[in-house]
């Protein structure tokens, strides 16, 4: 008699079989989608939501924006993106293998793009991004972004005519520029800010920013002080934006053609300052005219290969005749008068071109590659001819006097001729490969880049000074000029870069870490020298107090030399000449914070320089003039705070505040002393050293009229030394701080768009009024030295007349968009 085995085992033994078979038909189904979240400014989205419609399954967007899920569907699916301050999107997907997807998140309603979710987000490795909303509106003599660079901690600035500024104690050319990844150059032969035209920056063209003020990562080249990296946005659908003013104008046209595989963008500005400076002391006929075309174009050849086009046109001149200056100076017991009858001209002209083919190729969903091949040209011309007669007079100060006011005694009368004839032209070439590879949440980049320069110039100036009847300087025997200056050379060399970093992302319990290695190798052939810069950055915070983050930075910094760095007092080329170094450590913490209902954040950093093989520098208004060899050794420490959030809902405003102290020591300088000892005066400040400075950028509106925008930006900062170069011993004095306030108010009449005939369509339309200087401050640039002859007893003086800088001023301007 058999035995029957019971109904039930026989069901299970069939479900196992149909269960197992439909697995293994599954996995053969299962397919991987992977892709990028980013914003409308093409920058990623960490921490967005990726949801299969329909499933429980979803994932989240890493640090880089980059997501991954598996789904076992081969036919269309739904996948739902979603992030707090973004508009939902919903996408129709067909699940294939190897699909990679790049999903754009329009900000919602209530989210001002360019605000508070970028100024958060701190990458490793010290640099941040920072918001440009407000610089639409915000008042800018300058007229570029770097009007908003100079407001955050440890940036500093005591020009508003010029976009350079300096950071954490380093000066103007040790801060690097890119666009797009490509580096950029400003004209070397600009000796003020008068003559500055335009910066390279376009910025109705920019789309995000990047900026860090030390400690940054290997990928970015070899300076020794900040980072600025610009990427230009990618335009979503056709667009014209003009704007006009007293200072100028500008018109950016943007759209997307051939079934939106190609987008193009293309800026022209026009700037005259001429308004501004008629407010300085120096009276005359400017004729500042400054012109600049850019344009970007993209065009995607495939889904994985991108070929993209910049370029770049910049004709800038500054024409100039002075007739007469009037500067009152001194303190209230002795207040002297300057005054000047000038006769001659200056004509200064600076033309730059530049233009990069960008090729973007996507190997696979995890790797990139892009080649980058630049080519940058200037040709600069600086002449001068000015002859002055001046009258330097004490003045009547008694209070109720007749004669108040007036010139009680003549103190020195002269004249002087200055004579330039400058020309350089300058060619840099450039080719690039840059990669990148994720490795699960890591990341490894990698690029190798050679560089051609040839650099020919020519230069002359000299002169002459005469103090009642007697030339200065003057030996008894010869006169003299009091000074000189003379070159000729041309210069072809070669670069070679390279770096290697990765960033790492792992935990220690409860603790997160990003971590970011590298280092940096780079040759120069025209002193032959080889430099290996190592870099480490760390970011940290415990799972349980995400509000409250911690990071630390150290690396070697070189910055080798490339034009004015190496050229000796006698004009003569220094080919031995080594790399300024410069070593970062810095340590700081951000904590996030709700206040009042809106979102804050506040940061403070320590940081300390060693500066080695130093180039020792003066500053003549915003030229660098160098000894031309490697003298000295320094540092520079201090500490930078940042408090920013919405004040108001939906702008972001902030408050910077630096403390600095920066010296060095020339190590081969000394003096003989009365005595007939040989002195060495040690450490000295360093012509960037402002002990203190604070920013404001500000940002409101009417309550319950968004429509009404003010933009208040404000900086104090201490005064900077001054050298007397005829003091043997290093002596220096302080310039007055530099105090300034601007304030513009912005009315928008259309904002959500208007159509007007036909195709016609007004997207915006905004007209403002900025006042300049708004307590009309006189703040100090420079110093024009005066030496009277020698009186009775032997005894000459020198008096250092300050050079102003602009005074209050209006500006209005428009703005529309179509």
Known sequence: MSVKPPYY????????????????????????????????????????????????LGVSTDDEGRFSITVTDIDTISIRFSCLGYQTQEMNVKAERGKFLEVILKPSEEHIEGVYVRSQQRKVGNIERIGIDGLKTSPNVSGGLESLVKL??????????????????????????????????????????????????????????????????????????????????????????????????????????????????????????????????????????????????????????????????????????????????????????????????????????????????????????????????????????????????????????????????????????????????????????????WFGKSLIKLGVQLQREVLSDELLEWGLVDSSGYAIPYTGSQVG??????????????????????????????????????????????????????????????????????????????????????????????????????????????????????????????????????IPYSVDNVRLRYSGENLARGYARGADLKINGELVSGAESWLSLSILKTKEDNLYDSYTDEGGNTVYPGYYFRPTDQTFSVSLFLQDYLPGDKSFRVNLTGVYGSGLPMLDSSVPDQKSFRMPSYKRIDVGFTKSFIDNGKRLVGNLKIANLSVGVDIFNLFNFNNTVSYLWVQTVANQEGNSYRFAVPNYLTSRRVNVRFQMNF
């Not at 033994?13 to 293994?24: D, E, H, K, N």
């Not at 990028?36 to 960490?46: A, E, R, S, Y």
């Open 9 to 56: 085992i026989f069901q299970c033994v069939l479900v196992i079989f149909i269960t197992g078979f439909a697995s293994l038909h599954a996995q053969e189904r299962r397919v991987k989608i992977s892709g990028i979240v980013k914003d409308t400014l093409n920058m990623p989205i960490p921490s967005a939501s990726v949801i299969i419609v329909g499933s429980s």
């Open 152 to 437: 955050l901690p440890g940036v500093s600035s005591s020009n508003e005519l010029s976009s350079q500024y300096s950071v954490r104690g380093g000066n103007f050319d040790e801060n690097l520029v890119y666009v797009n990844d490509v580096e950029v150059y400003r004209p070397f032969l600009i000796r003020s800010a008068q003559q500055e035209g335009l910066s390279f920056i376009n910025p109705d063209m920019v789309g995000a920013v990047e900026f860090s003020s030390g400690g940054f990562t290997a990928e970015f080249g070899d300076k020794m002080s900040s980072v600025l990296n610009v990427r230009y946005r990618e335009p979503k659908a056709n667009a014209l934006r003009v704007s006009a003013g007293l200072l100028g104008a500008s018109a950016t046209l943007e759209g997307v053609a051939i079934g939106s595989s190609l987008t193009y963008m293309s800026g022209v500005r026009y700037k005259t300052s001429r308004y501004i400076l008629n407010s300085l002391e120096t009276k005359g006929d400017y004729t500042p005219s400054f012109f600049d075309w850019q344009g970007i174009a993209d065009y995607k050849l495939s889904e994985r290969i991108t070929i993209g086009l910049l370029g770049n046109v910049a004709i800038n001149r500054f024409d100039f005749q002075p007739r007469v200056r009037e500067t009152r100076f001194g303190v209230f017991n002795n207040t002297l008068q300057l005054k000047i009858y000038y006769d001659g001209q200056e004509k200064d002209r600076y033309l730059s071109s530049m233009a990069a083919l960008i090729a973007a190729i996507r190997v696979t969903p995890n790797s990139n590659v892009k080649v980058i091949g630049s080519s940058y040209y200037s040709n600069e011309r600086e002449t001068y001819d000015l002859l002055g007669q001046y009258f330097l007079n004490e003045l009547d100060n008694s209070m109720g006097s007749k004669t108040y006011g007036d010139s009680l005694i003549n103190v020195g009368i002269g004249g002087f001729l200055d004579h330039a004839r400058n020309h350089i032209n300058l060619k840099v070439q450039s080719l690039n490969l840059l990669g990148d590879m």
């Open 481 to 614: 000029l009091d000074r000189f200056f003379g070159a000729a050379s041309t210069i072809e060399s070669y670069r070679a870069l390279g770096f290697v970093q990765a960033d790492l992302h792992f935990n220690v319990g409860n603790w997160q870490y990003r971590t970011n290695i590298g280092f940096r190798v780079s040759h120069w052939s025209f002193n032959k020298e080889i430099l290996f810069s190592p870099r480490l950055a760390l970011s940290f915070n415990h799972s349980n107090y995400r509000s409250l983050q911690y990071h630390l930075s150290f690396g070697y910094y070189y910055q080798p030399p490339f034009y004015r760095e190496i050229r000796l007092a006698s004009g003569e080329l220094n080919r031995n000449i080594k790399a300024q170094q410069s070593i970062h450590a810095l340590a700081g913490a951000e904590y996030y914070f709700t206040a009042w209902s809106r979102p804050f954040r506040m940061s403070l950093e320590f940081y300390n320089k060693w500066l080695n093989r130093l």
